[in-house]
């Protein structure tokens, strides 16, 4: 088989299947960005709550320092992890805010589920820096 014989059958197998892909993916909205922006933002309630319950200890003095320091990047890994879901939420607002056609009361929710993911966002970082302290202090006492 020549090469032009060739070229020809791979450009329309290319076509084909570039023509049977658009119609299967279809291109996220505004609105569909907005509502997955909501939906994360009602779940960080759920990891912040965690981040704090992580950082709680009832009697500090029922363990030595070395078992305080080898849960440190136990707390680390629970502020990281707290801090996923409003960050998630706040890109996803993002977008929707970005998003076209241009809508001004998605734009008015966009930029306020953004400014709220970025509050929960701070909130986690800042207890989950604590925890991580509060720990770290409780390991040099032995």
């Known amino acids: 088989m ?9 450009i329309r197998w290319t076509t084909q299947a570039r023509g049977f892909m658009t119609g299967m993916v279809k291109r996220w909205s505004g ?3 907005l509502g997955w922006a909501l939906l994360l933002l ?8 965690l981040a704090v319950v992580s950082g709680f200890v009832h009697d ?3 363990n030595p ?22 960050t998630m939420s706040a890109a996803a ?3 929707s805010i970005f998003a076209r056609p241009r809508a001004l009361t998605r734009i008015a929710a ?26 770290e202090r409780l390991a040099r006492y032995e």
């Open 2 to 10: 020549s090469l032009a014989v060739r070229n020809r059958y791979w």
């Open 31 to 33: 609105n569909v960005w």
């Open 42 to 49: 009602c779940l960080t309630l759920v990891s912040t709550f």
């Open 60 to 62: 500090p003095n029922d």
């Open 65 to 86: 320092g070395s078992y305080y320091h080898d849960k440190i990047p136990e707390r680390q890994w629970a502020m990281a992890l707290s801090m996923l879901l409003p």
């Open 93 to 95: 607002a993002g977008v």
């Open 110 to 135: 966009g930029v306020t589920v953004l400014l709220l993911a970025i509050a929960a966002s701070w909130f986690c970082w800042a207890v989950g820096i604590d925890t991580i302290e509060h720990f």
